[in-house]
């Protein structure tokens, strides 16, 4: 069967009380929503009251970051288990901002995605992707098949549990800067072709979505979701205006 297209909102933005707002409205517009998988990411601070006010709601809540370690707490860190405790049906893992800002590098983020695994019940969002010059040297494809192996590399996976890759080029997130389907597509499709090679052609397609994250809006969200190997996007600024939200989510299905 096939799996739903996948809408991850990252709110990064909002105040805690923008977001409340915010949740109450998405509550409210998605409540009998079926046609796509969506997924709102609040500030850690907001998950709670966000979870709560999204029980009952086919929106699930996602974190935006998460700690490598159960057992040896880390100051100012939020482990896995801590999340699902507070309702966290998935999680970001390598976003752009945190490998660049926090110096995240793959070994990090395969630690963080191992850790998120052993809890179960939370669907790791693991963020890849590539800068301008290593896009315009043509090393993309490299770039992003070291970074999903790296990642990858010590995961052994049951039937239950999902994982998806985002594929966030880093010169297209925030920037306005959208680009080509079709490159998006290629990309995609490099990374599926990796994650069968790895897993087989039957888990990855009932286990793993591949989604693009980078300046997507309701206007330009169609012409990557009609794409093959394209499962959902990622979207940042867009996602904290309920009914831009909307219409992107209701855009999955047609
Ligand atoms: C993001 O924050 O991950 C993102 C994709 O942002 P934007 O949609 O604003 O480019």
Known sequence: MKQK???????????????????????????????????????????????????ESPVK?????????????CTGETPPSMLLEANCRYVILGHHERRHVFKEDDEMVKNKLLSVLRVRDIVPIICIGETLDELKSGRRDYVLLEQIQHI?????????????????????IGTGNVINPKEAEEAAQVIKIN?????????VN?????????????????????????????????SVDADELYKIASLMSK
């Open 5 to 55: 297209k996948l809408v991850v909102g990252n709110w990064k933005r909002p105040t805690i009380k923008e977001t409340e707002i915010l949740a109450k409205k998405i509550k409210e517009k998605f409540s009998s929503f079926i046609d796509a998988d969506v997924v709102v990411c609040p500030n850690n601070l907001s998950i709670l009251e966000v979870s709560k006010i999204l029980e």
């Open 61 to 73: 809540v996602g974190a935006q970051n998460a700690y490598w370690e159960e057992k040896n707490p």
């Open 152 to 172: 990858l590399s010590d995961v052994q996976l049951n039937f239950n549990q999902k994982i998806v890759v985002n594929y966030s080029p880093i010169w297209a």
């Open 195 to 203: 994650l069968r090679e790895v897993f087989g052609y039957d888990l």
């Open 206 to 238: 009932s286990n793993f979505k591949v989604i693009y994250g980078g300046s997507i809006n309701s206007e330009n969200v169609h012409d990557f979701v009609v794409q093959e190997n394209i499962d959902g996007v990622l979207v940042g600024g867009a």
